[in-house]
């Protein structure tokens, strides 16, 4: 398995080693010991195909397509973030938390401005501050083509939209769906479609559903316009 973490560790004598990416635990086998574990600290953000990465940008630019990220620790993201568009792959929280999401623009905004068929799952965010004119949720700015928000949970910040602005989802068009998922975080719209999951999802079509099924907000959520 390919090292890529900057450490200068190989195998005792004529044994093997076994390295898994994901918990940072390198076994090695050989003729003097059985087996031991040597755990050590890397600076990986986040993995797909592999390959470490990081920065949480430079694994969405790998995975942009259709592969899989991994979260393999928390993440604190300084600065404004730009919003990935069109995401077609799996983001696995793995059960960590991004805090210090920035984000603002006109549309579609969010950690992923449009998910496009693609996941986000096992993941919470603290401290988020999302801003824009439309479409403008703290994980998801707009989810089309069956995308999928799974247990990800906001425990806190401001999203903040003219219209069409959600706690989780800016909106769903169509076809997708959020399952257990929460919400804390303060939503508020200038002219309409607030939510605390999402702030709208329309243009239902035959033979494709939207579901928002097992969620709960406890964030407050106001509108100055409907």
Not at 82 to 87: E, H, I, K, S
Not at 144 to 157: P, Y
Not at 180 to 192: F, I, L, Q, R
Request: with cysteine; proline share 1%; charged share 15%.
């Amino acid at each position: 398995t390919p090292m890529n973490h900057n450490e200068n560790v190989s195998a005792l004598g004529d044994g093997e080693y076994n390295y898994n990416p994901t918990t940072g635990v390198l076994t090695i086998k050989s003729s003097t010991y059985s087996a031991f574990e040597v755990t050590y600290t890397y600076n990986f953000v986040a993995a797909t195909g592999g390959q470490g990465y990081t920065t949480l940008e430079e694994a969405f630019t790998a995975a942009k397509d259709g592969a899989l990220i991994t979260v393999l620790k928390d993440i604190t993201l300084t600065g404004t973030w730009t919003p990935v568009d069109n995401f077609k792959g799996t983001l696995d929280g793995n059960g960590h938390t991004i805090s210090g999401l920035h984000v603002s623009g006109k549309d579609y905004v969010g950690l992923i401005g449009v998910l496009d068929g693609g996941t986000v799952k096992n993941l919470k965010f603290a401290n988020v501050t999302a801003t824009g004119a439309e479409n403008v949720g703290a994980v998801v700015g707009r989810i089309i083509d069956n995308g999928k928000v799974e247990n990800v949970h906001v425990l806190s910040g401001t999203v903040t939209g003219g219209k069409r602005a959600g706690g989780i989802v800016g909106s769903i068009k169509a076809y997708g769906s959020i399952v257990n998922c929460s919400n804390a975080a303060t939503v508020k719209t200038t002219v309409y479609n607030a939510g605390g999951i999402v702030g709208a999802a329309y243009y239902t079509v035959t033979g494709q559903q939207m579901y928002i099924t097992n969620c709960k907000n406890t964030g407050k959520v106001t509108s100055d316009g409907n």
